[in-house]
């Protein structure tokens, strides 16, 4: 493109002998500088001489802020025709000021500007054998965003207390300034203020500190403010609250090791009240089957049968071992060994050891008395 307009500017010369062209542009700002959301226009007035006779073509082109990109064309107005959608990003942001640019007025009009609008745009109007070119660098910035204020450290007498202001979006450089609303509307004087960073350290903190204070943040384009109030106090009695957090411990601690102290004591008494029960079970006896009595009666009988063939003296021994034998013999036999008795109609009559029977109960269960003979101590019958 400058190659083109050399080779014109040196054809205008040699036709008008020397003279310059007739076509003018207008001075005005070479650089803008606007926020993020606002209009911008950018000013290209121009003027023709009657040796300018060729149609008339303006064309808007932008050099991004990255050299690394090439130029492109924004809008343009070629014969008697305007032309606004050559780039996407500015497509319906960008119009020609005067309904017809021929008039002498070549000037544009961006709205809504963002961060990505910034380069340098340049104005070229060609009417043969005039031309005319203008550059303007455009610089779209981003206001600061509304910062947020904090307080870092303790606010109690003596210490160290940092006031922090930071805005999350904003084009740098922004200044931080901190002033205090209330009392003096002075910041003490102990105080240090880092502007760029928009730190506030207060050393050795007094009740005369406290108060409202204001942080703004602020940009060439634009300033944002927050607000906090800071209020210095004694500090607090951390002996009774660390004696009061350890007695709390202790306590819980005791608790819980009663808690557990009376869970074990249960858990024990339960499982020995369930070894009691399986001893009593275990030692209960047997119960006496039918079949034992039985067989303890017909035995009975059968001695009682055989005692009149029995000499008096072996008559003695026969009884006192029989009785002897009586008890171990058929009271403790488990019942589990003994098979069932056949059924028969013959009565049972159950059998009462002699020794546990008074002989009055003996004679009225119909039991006949024996008369065991006495013996002398050589074992003679008397």
């Known amino acids: 493109m400058d190659l083109w307009i050399s080779r014109l500017f040196y054809v205008c010369v040699i036709f008008l002998k020397g003279s310059v062209c007739g076509l003018q542009i207008s001075s005005g700002p070479a650089s803008l500088e606007k926020a993020s959301g606002e209009t911008v226009s950018l000013d290209c007035g121009f003027t023709l001489s009657s040796q300018d006779s060729g149609p008339l073509d303006i064309e808007w082109s932008i050099q991004p802020s990255d050299n690394q990109r090439e130029e492109k064309v924004v809008i343009l107005y070629s014969g008697d025709r305007v032309y606004e959608d050559y780039y996407p990003p500015l497509k319906g942001r960008v119009h020609f000021n005067s309904p017809d640019p021929k008039n002498g007025d070549a000037s544009v009009t961006i709205l809504s500007l963002i961060a990505s609008d910034t380069g340098t745009y340049q104005c070229k109007v060609k009417k043969a054998p005039g031309l005319g070119s203008k550059k303007i660098l455009l610089t779209v910035m981003v206001r600061p965003s509304k910062p947020r204020c904090s307080i870092e450290g303790s606010p109690y007498f003596g210490n160290e207390v940092v006031l922090k202001c930071k805005s999350t979006d904003g084009t740098s450089p922004i200044?931080?300034?901190?002033?205090?609303?209330?009392?003096?509307?002075?910041?003490?004087?102990?105080?240090?203020?880092?502007?760029?960073?928009?730190?506030?350290?207060?050393?050795?903190a007094t009740a005369a500190m406290s108060g409202s204070y204001r942080c703004t943040a602020q940009?060439?384009?634009?300033?944002?403010?927050?607000?906090?109030?800071?209020?210095?106090?004694?500090?607090?009695?951390?002996?009774?609250?660390?004696?009061?957090?350890?007695?709390?411990?202790?306590?819980?601690?005791?608790?819980?090791?009663?808690?557990?102290?009376?869970?074990?004591?249960a858990r024990q008494k339960k499982k020995y009240e369930k070894e009691i029960s399986y001893e009593i079970r275990e030692d209960v006896p047997a119960p006496k089957s039918r079949i034992s009595t039985a067989r303890s009666f017909t035995s009975v009988g059968s001695q009682r049968s055989s005692l009149g063939s029995m000499s008096p003296s072996n008559l003695h021994e026969y009884a006192k071992s029989q009785y002897n034998k009586i008890p171990s013999e058929e009271y403790e036999a488990p019942p589990s060994h003994v098979p069932d008795p056949p059924p028969s109609h013959t009565p049972v009559i159950p059998v009462i050891p002699p020794s546990r029977v008074a002989g009055p109960n003996l004679s009225r269960m119909g039991a006949i008395p024996v008369m065991t003979p006495a013996q002398n101590r050589d074992g003679s019958i008397v």
């Open 175 to 204: 200044q931080y300034t901190w002033e205090k609303t209330t009392d003096s509307k002075l910041l003490p004087a102990n105080a240090v203020l880092d502007a760029a960073a928009g730190i506030v350290k207060i050393r050795n």
């Open 219 to 265: 940009n060439r384009v634009g300033a944002e403010q927050c607000m906090l109030d800071l209020k210095i106090t004694a500090p607090p009695n951390t002996a009774g609250v660390i004696a009061g957090s350890v007695i709390g411990v202790l306590l819980f601690l005791i608790l819980l090791a009663l808690l557990l102290f009376c869970c074990c004591r």
